[in-house]
Each structure stands twice: as C-alpha cells, then as structure tokens.
C-alpha cells in the first residue's frame, strides 16, 4: 500500500505537507513532491506480488492475458 503522506508529511505536522513539496496551494504536492512519492514506492515489493485478475480471473497482464498494448507504428 502507498501511503503518499509519510513521503510528503511535515515531521511536525504529519496533515500538513513540508514546505520542500508544497507547490503553493498547501494542499498538492510540486514536482520535488511527486519524485518523493515515487521514491517511496518499494519496487522490490511491487515486483513480489501476484498479478492483477480481473473479476473473471484472467490476468490483467503477463501470461494468460487477453491484454494487447496498442501497436506503434
């Protein structure tokens, strides 16, 4: 589970963002936020878990999936 405001949380004040994030509004993060989210995100655990099924049970992607990316040409 991601949980974006232990990433962008003023130690202080865990429901306020630290001033580094703040993009201005106080209540979405900027740019330097974003990337603080995105490093939080443990990969090694994404890469552990199973894959998604859809309700059916197919695969939502890898093998068995029914799911073609649009061809570029």
Do not use: K, N
């Not at 589970?1 to 106080?26: I, K, Q, T």
């Amino acid at each position: 589970m991601l949980a974006p405001g232990r990433a962008l949380g003023d130690p202080a004040d865990p429901a306020r963002l630290r001033a580094e994030y703040d993009s201005g509004a106080r209540v979405h993060p900027d740019d330097l936020g974003i990337q603080a989210v995105a490093d939080a995100v443990d990969l090694a655990a994404l890469a552990r878990a199973a894959p998604a099924r859809c309700p059916t049970g197919t695969p939502v992607s890898g093998p068995g999936s029914r799911f073609r990316p649009p061809r570029t040409s």
